[in-house]
């Protein structure tokens, strides 16, 4: 039977890992959801930054060594609002504008946010199915000692900086999940879901919060791995074990297991943190100890392969035990 | 008595003289009103083609070669448009779309047209007042033997090149003047109102058939001169000569006095079309032969001294003559 894969990812670590996915599968075998709490309108323009990151990855035009935006970008748009006072807290560059003016021209004329996903990955030439996680808008707010802010204010404009409390995703509950989602997790033909090493409060927890999307992960008959985004205490980027920090969790790929809980049959964890396999395991958690920082595509290919492999020794242990 | 001049203008001519006035006058003595009946939606963004030009220009920052847009511009939206297969018949430039999304996202937040036009051009450091004629939408549109053309089909996608048969100005009758456009002509301070060397069709004629600015015009004390932007049966730039000729009129400035008629008071002509001057004169319309090309600031501000020294000459006239 020919497998299929999903994967769950938000940005730059989320696409790394993507990307080498789609290395590895043909386009059949890989449908990638994207978060999309983090969009916002930013200059009067429809920005979906994990969609954008992850469709830029998989084009191969983004930015390699940043892990977003475009590689080659200018700024001249960028400058000029500066000039006019205009909020240049948020780069825009040249190019990623060209992608917004698109996005936001088409959701105003009515086309659903997949749609308009849909035909600039066609315009790209990325032939793996990307679905943002929802056409409805989620926007995530980070509750912190700085008030409840908008995430990209808390991410990008304070660079982080305030002290988290919490989350909130406005709109989740009315929020409808990609129906392809669904149906790759209700599929018999679904060999596994991953969830790629991104933030699990503020990339993942989105998708997982849709309504339906963890009674339909827990329905699953595929095992569900987590890669840690979490490599021996800190995050490969991001403000993910800072977080943890905050909430008073340690900062460990142990306590991403712990948040994923029970959602997950399998996780994965670096090399450097071999020594928290046991616990991880007492947990009812299958654990695969390999090397997960991805510096370079062959890290990324790599990374994907042993995780696709982990994949199907779970299923085969599932089958082995099913009676 | 310190004299105001009210400079009415459309783009890339209108423009240059409206650089030289400015060089000439102090903030307090120019009010430049643009044309915006060529103005029109974009890739969802508000583009003012004729108000960015004269903006641009007065700011020192335009493309003074090409006579619209920025100098120095860069074009990688536009490449990466072409890439999502997006509309590019219309070239906006990197730093010109930083111009458009603070109009867009300022107009969508509820200011008008003028005050977005007073922040952009203090942001830019243009001292002089430049206005749009209106607030209101007005949309040009060229009837053609390919039909009814929106303004920039005509002008920019089809290259002019369908044959003109009229035009209407979409909106015009519910537009209302700038009320400083209407408050300049009711001045008694105001020296002069000077018709900038702009298609007489297509940019100046959507100032003059707004409500009341006919009426104001003929009301005024002080001259209308007109500067033909017809030289020697040509136009520097722009289709204002083909018109003339579609539209079954000589292609002369003799042409262009005559559709302005008796509004004026004062007509400008380039040397070359001296001999002109005579029939000119026969309608009653005072006539200055001057070098009218404008290929250089110099030129610019000759031409505009001239204009100044006509009307200086036309308001003694009339002071002598009324008893």
């Known amino acids: 039977m020919k497998r299929e894969i999903l994967a769950l990812s938000g940005g730059v670590g989320g696409a790394k890992l993507a990307l080498g996915l789609a290395d590895e599968l043909r386009p059949g075998e890989l449908t990638i ?24 990855t998989l084009a191969g035009i983004g930015n390699a060594e940043q892990g977003w935006g475009l590689a080659g970008e200018s700024w001249s748009a960028m400058d000029a609002l500066g000039r006019y ?13 060209a992608t917004h003016l698109v996005r936001s021209q088409l959701l105003r004329a009515g086309e659903s946010l997949s749609q308009v996903t849909r035909r600039l990955c066609g315009a790209l030439g990325v032939a793996h199915t990307l679905l943002p996680m929802s056409d409805d808008p989620v926007r995530t707010m980070v509750q912190t000692d ?3 802010l908008p995430f990209q204010d808390y991410f990008v404009r304070r660079r982080c900086e305030p002290r988290v409390g919490g989350f909130r995703f406005d709109g989740i509950d009315s929020a409808r999940p990609h129906p392809q989602l669904l149906e790759r997790l209700r599929s018999p033909a679904l060999g ?36 840690s985004p979490i490599i021996a205490g800190a995050a490969a980027k991001g403000p993910a074990a800072k977080m943890l920090q905050e909430l008073n969790l340690p900062q460990t790929a142990e306590a991403v297991a712990d948040y994923y809980g029970d959602l997950i049959d399998g996780f994965v964890i670096d090399d450097a943190d071999v020594a928290l396999a046991p616990a991880i395991r007492e947990r009812g958690i299958k654990v695969l100890v390999v090397p997960t920082l991805m510096r370079n ?12 492999a982990f994949a199907r020794a779970l299923r085969e242990e599932e089958a082995t035990c099913t009676p």
């Open 192 to 227: 596994a879901t991953v969830i790629c090493p991104s933030n699990p409060f503020v990339s993942v927890a989105p998708m997982l919060r849709l309504p339906g999307v963890e009674a339909a992960l827990r329905a699953s008959a595929a095992p569900v791995i987590a890669v």
């Open 33 to 56: 959801v994207a978060n999309t709490g983090d969009d916002f309108e930013h200059l009067g323009l429809n920005v979906s930054p994990d969609l954008d990151t992850v469709m830029y």
């Open 297 to 308: 595509r062959q890290d990324k290919v790599g990374l994907a392969r042993r995780v696709l």
């Open 146 to 148: 700085a008030g409840e």
């Open 85 to 97: 006072g205009a909020e240049t807290w948020f780069r825009l560059g040249d190019r990623d504008i």
